[in-house]
């Protein structure tokens, strides 16, 4: 009894085991021979355990006049066609009757080892030798699922089985088959992974590695003989660089948090960039106990997108240097212009207009070369010292005053005291802060206010700005971090000079810091952009 139940756990864990799905994957395989045959018709058989054929699923052409129509003659040559098959375990075709053009075709099917049931099938023309393989394909994948079927059938024909009899045992060999042939089905995943061109490797928990693809073999230079006794930090070894040194550590660390480990490799004696992912699997079906699994290994070349990068990187900045020398020469020579007494009116004020688009100009340009110039940034190159961020803030708010004034919009800092300071670069945190809150002023309406606080959490400092203005729907909240994203606002003033950069300077700053970013808004009502540094 209890091998019985065992058993019976066992497949129904494996697949859903209903009736109606096993039908269903029944006809989705005959529709798929359709899509490549072109059938007339397809008859799925049964065999029953007297030796019957009976018609388990089929599927028929529109056009097609049907074999069940009255012609039972037709019918009977075609189960004959079939038991044939079945007999000799060999496809059979045969000429359509006189009359009609085209083949019939009976395919044995069978699953371990064992006669399920036959395929009949009638095609236009005549039968491809080439279809032979493909048909047998398919053949094995149907066979499955009628096993399926018919054990899902008698399960629920006998859910009350007398466990010592000789049914029992029938009972217990079909629901092998069943299991066997969903192992082989749970297998098909890690073939397709052989098809993909990263490099995928699984190791389990105690480090050996039941899967490796071809690619990462490739990647890692293992050849299949070495691949065969290869543990995960053998593995791991081979792809040792500068900044992934330590695998045992890389591992340790995943195990312990769980958060998958992150780097790009670059390997002294090949060329191109390599991201190595190490990550731990965990029990989808589980949610509760977050069971992991195995270990994941992903190598991909990312030597492209690297390539693309730095092009654009290096575009964008020698752009910008030689846009800086014309626009300089531009903007000084129109100041000059002002300030020449004897120049008409209307002239003056063209000149005015020059010289204010050439600063407005001269700012998009500093804020690209700013983003571009922090990116090439290591991090040790920042020069942090300790940083009070009230001072920042208070300097800041007090710079940015006349604009606010200008916009009637009441800009206050909240006083708090007891901040302990932080290590930073102040030129940059300065910067960071003050496009934070030039947003909250140009993004508010006239008349509102933006507040600036400073606030001690357990082991950072965080520095929000609040306004009243427009907010930022929600689909826009993840990405107005990016660069070059900007929003776009019904009634949006034109001549709002936005380049989509001012944010990405914001986290990519707190990044290099080892803060975090943070934003909360909601359209109409107000944004609270905000960002921690850890205290010192
Ligand atoms: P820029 O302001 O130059 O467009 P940013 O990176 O600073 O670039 O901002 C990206 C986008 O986020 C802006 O286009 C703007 O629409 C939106 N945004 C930024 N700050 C605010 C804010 N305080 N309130 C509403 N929208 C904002």
New binding site residues.
């Given amino acids: 009894m209890r091998l019985t139940e065992k058993l019976i756990e066992s497949s129904t864990k494996l697949s859903s085991f209903s009736v109606e799905e096993a039908r269903s994957r029944l006809e989705s395989g005959l529709k798929l021979l359709d899509t490549v045959l072109s059938l007339k018709e397809a008859i799925l058989f049964q065999r029953e355990s007297n030796g019957n054929l009976v018609s388990a699923a089929r599927l028929r052409a529109s056009t097609s006049t049907s074999v069940e129509t009255g012609r039972n003659s037709t019918w009977r040559q075609g189960i004959k066609l079939c038991e044939r098959a079945i007999k000799t375990g060999e496809i059979i075709t045969q000429e359509l009757d006189a009359g009609e053009l085209g083949t019939s075709i009976a395919l044995p099917l069978r699953h371990e080892n064992r006669a399920v049931g036959a395929l009949l099938i009638r095609i236009n023309n005549q039968f491809d030798n080439e279809d032979r393989a493909l048909l047998t394909a398919v053949g094995a994948q149907l066979a499955r699922s009628l096993q399926r079927e018919e054990a899902c059938k008698s399960a629920a024909r006998h859910s009350r089985i007398s466990f010592l009899s000789a049914r029992a045992a029938d009972r217990r060999l079909e629901l092998l088959d069943v299991l066997n042939g969903l192992l082989s089905e749970q297998g098909f995943g890690l073939s397709a992974l052989s098809e993909v061109s990263d490099g995928m490797a699984i190791a389990y928990l105690d480090g050996t590695i039941p899967y490796i693809n071809s690619a990462l073999l490739r990647f890692a230079h293992i050849t299949d003989e070495q691949a065969r006794d290869l543990n995960l930090f053998a593995l791991l070894d081979t792809l040792r660089t500068s900044v992934f040194h330590e695998p045992a550590i890389a591992v340790r660390r995943v195990l312990q948090t769980g958060v998958a480990y992150e780097r790009e490799l670059e390997f002294p004696d090949r060329t191109g960039t390599f991201g190595l992912r190490i990550s731990l699997v965990f029990d989808r079906s589980d949610q509760e106990s977050h069971q992991p699994l195995c270990l994941a290994v992903n190598v991909r070349d990312i030597t492209r997108v690297k390539e693309h990068e730095q092009l654009k990187s290096d575009m964008i900045s020698l752009m910008s240097h030689e846009l800086r020398t014309p626009i300089t020469s531009i903007n000084g020579f129109s100041e000059l212009l002002i300030a020449d007494d004897q120049l008409p009116e209307q002239a003056k004020e063209f000149v005015t207009i020059i010289a204010n688009e050439s600063q407005r100009l001269s700012r998009m340009i500093n804020s690209f070369l700013a983003v571009t110039k922090l990116e090439r940034k290591d991090k040790q190159e920042v020069l942090k010292i300790p940083l009070r961020l009230d001072e920042i803030v208070r300097e800041t708010v007090m710079n940015l005053q006349p604009i606010a004034k200008k916009k009637r919009i009441r800009l206050v800092e909240q006083p708090n005291q007891r901040i302990p300071p932080v290590a930073a670069d102040k030129s940059l945190i300065s910067q960071a802060v003050s496009?934070l809150v030039n947003?909250?002023i140009?993004?508010?309406p006239e008349r509102t206010t933006v507040t600036v606080s400073t606030a001690l959490e357990a082991e950072a400092v965080r520095v929000s700005v609040e306004?009243r203005?427009?907010?930022?729907p929600p689909e826009a909240v993840d990405r107005?971090w990016e660069k070059f994203?900007?929003?776009v606002?019904e009634g949006q003033d034109k001549d709002e000079e936005?380049?989509?950069?001012?944010?990405?300077f914001v986290r990519e700053v707190v990044e290099q810091h080892g803060g975090a970013v943070d934003l909360e808004?909601e359209v109409g009502r107000g944004?609270k952009?905000s960002f921690t540094l850890p205290r010192l």
């Fill in positions: 496009n947003n909250a140009r993004y508010s306004d203005g427009f907010g930022i107005v994203y900007r929003v606002r936005s380049t989509g950069l001012g944010l990405s808004t944004s952009f």
